[in-house]
């Protein structure tokens, strides 16, 4: 296909439904993992650190140009958006080993919140209405969500706990989100994933060492679902909503991605058994619907 030629009516929704897909199984894969002995650590170095060594060869082919003219600022903005990424997968991951699925993802995509009280304390830009009214449905249903885990948290468990972990996992992404635009401006697409995902990658190395994380001597499975988390949500996911902007509006994407904590749950369900309690259904569909009115009121 031309690049000039746009693509058929249908295929933008059948790519972002694909993406949809595979960024839903995030949060399953990550759980699986853990369940196979894999430090949380480990599994967001390795989920990173596998997607940076894909893309490498396409970065190197397609922006060796933009890679070898990085300015000292662009090298700057690069090392806080990773060290932001980093710190997203470092604590989302690990929240999942506290509290539920279903949880864990309503609370990590609350980012259009963080990243519209931002926009409005850092560069003085007054939120809308729709994002006012956002903010306060999220709010609650956030605080619904965390009486909820607190009330029915089983023996060993740590649910709430688990929630502050994802929602720093959520903040750390918004951080990552208001840097990545910038420099996203002045490079091309593989050039930005590939110093993202590599730079988050060694913050994440480090970190495993400190910590005394085994990186090796994983059995097969763990293996397979590490290869599948770099391969599914972290290149086909984001990739198609990356490609899908082109075709179709930032908002209509923004609330295709109110569906990963939907379908994660969902998965969830299937196969780890976890249902919804009456209250943490209540602040989900609040949360969603909050996070959807922040989209809408989002300014360009």
Known sequence: MNPSTPPARWLPFVVLGLGLTAISFGAIFARIA??????????????????????TPIALLQSRRDLAALSARQMLMALAAGLFLAAHFATWISSLEYTSVASSTALVTTNPLWIGLASFLLFREAPTRMMLGGIALSFGGSLLIFWSDSQNAGAGSDPMFGNLLALIGSWCFSAYLLIGRRLRAGLGLAAYIWLAYGVAALFLLAASGLAGSALSGHNLAAWAVLAGMALGPQLLGHTAYNWSLR???????????????????????????????????AGFTLLLAGIYLAARGERR
């Open 34 to 55: 853990q369940a196979e002995g894999v430090d949380s650590l480990v599994v967001a170095t390795w989920r990173l650190g596998l997607a940076a060594l894909i893309v």
């Open 247 to 281: 075709h179709v509006s930032a908002t209509f994407v923004a609330v295709v991605t109110l569906g990963e904590p939907v379908g994660s749950a969902a998965m969830a369900w299937v196969f780890f058994g976890e249902g919804f309690a009456p209250l943490q259904l």
